[in-house]
T-cell receptor, first 111, second 112 residues
C-alpha cells in the first residue's frame, strides 16, 4: 500500500464550486503539507501542519483552506474554485530530517 | 523565510556527468535535500545533506557547503531515464517546528 494517498486523482469542476482534496498517510509523521505545482513554477506551499492542532499558511494560501482531521489526514478545500486554480496538487509528509514523502498528486481542472 | 535558486534547465549527453547547483537563503538551517520528478509523477527523495561534504548514493552524489549556503547534485553515467526535473529543498525552523521549502526545479534533458 502507498505511504501517502490522495483522492481524487483527477477532478474537473466548474467555476464557483466548492471542492475538497483529501490526503491520508501511513508513515506516522506529524508533519503534513499541501503543495501546488504549475509548469515552470515548481512546488509552491499552500498550507502546512506540524501536528493536529497546528495549521500554518504557506506562500499561496489565498482561496484555499485546510483541515487536519487526524494525524494521518489532511484535507485541502477550495471554497469557490476559479480557473487559475487549475494545477497539479501534491500532499506530502515529512519526518524531522525533512525527508518528504509525496502522494501521487491530484490533477484539478477548473472550467 | 526561506528561498532557493537553481537553474531552470540543463541538457547533458548520455553517459556524461552533470552537476545541478542550488543556492539558498534561510534564517535557520537543518538540511538540504534533493528530489527527482518525472513528468506526470510525484517527486521522489534522492538525498539529504545536513553536514558539509559529499554524500554518495550510487550514480548520484550530493554536496553541501553550509558556509556558502550552496549545494549541488551530481549525476554520473547519465542514462536517458534520468531525464526529469530535480528539486532542491531546504529544511529549517518555523515557529519551533521544521518546514521544508522547495526550489523551482531544474529540468534535465539527457540526449543521446
Amino acid at each position: 500500500d502507498a505511504d501517502v494517498t490522495q483522492t481524487p486523482r483527477n477532478r474537473i469542476t466548474k467555476t464557483g464550486k466548492r471542492i475538497m482534496l483529501e490526503c491520508s498517510q501511513t508513515k506516522g509523521h506529524d508533519r503534513m503539507y499541501w503543495y501546488r505545482q504549475d509548469p515552470g513554477l515548481g512546488l509552491r506551499l499552500i498550507y502546512y501542519s506540524f501536528d493536529v492542532k497546528d495549521i500554518n499558511k504557506g506562500e499561496i494560501s489565498d482561496g484555499y483552506s485546510v483541515s487536519r482531521q487526524a494525524q494521518a489526514k489532511f484535507s485541502l478545500s477550495l471554497e469557490s474554485a476559479i480557473p487559475n486554480q487549475t494545477a497539479l496538487y501534491f500532499c506530502a509528509t515529512s519526518d524531522r530530517t525533512g525527508y518528504a514523502y509525496f502522494g501521487p498528486g491530484t490533477r484539478l481542472t477548473v472550467t | 523565510g526561506q528561498s532557493l535558486e537553481q537553474p531552470s534547465e540543463v541538457t547533458a549527453v548520455e553517459g556524461a556527468i552533470v552537476q545541478i547547483n542550488c543556492t539558498y537563503q534561510t534564517s535557520g538551517f537543518y538540511g538540504l535535500s534533493w528530489y527527482q520528478q518525472h513528468d506526470g509523477g510525484a517527486p521522489t527523495f534522492l538525498s539529504y545533506n545536513a553536514l558539509d561534504g559529499l554524500e554518495e548514493t550510487g550514480r548520484f552524489s550530493s554536496f553541501l557547503s553550509r558556509s556558502d549556503s550552496y549545494g549541488y547534485l551530481l549525476l554520473q553515467e547519465l542514462q536517458m531515464k534520468d531525464s526529469a526535473s530535480y528539486f532542491c529543498a531546504v529544511s529549517g525552523p518555523s515557529g519551533g517546528y521544521q518546514k521544508v521549502t522547495f526550489g523551482t526545479g531544474t529540468k534535465l534533458q539527457v540526449i543521446p
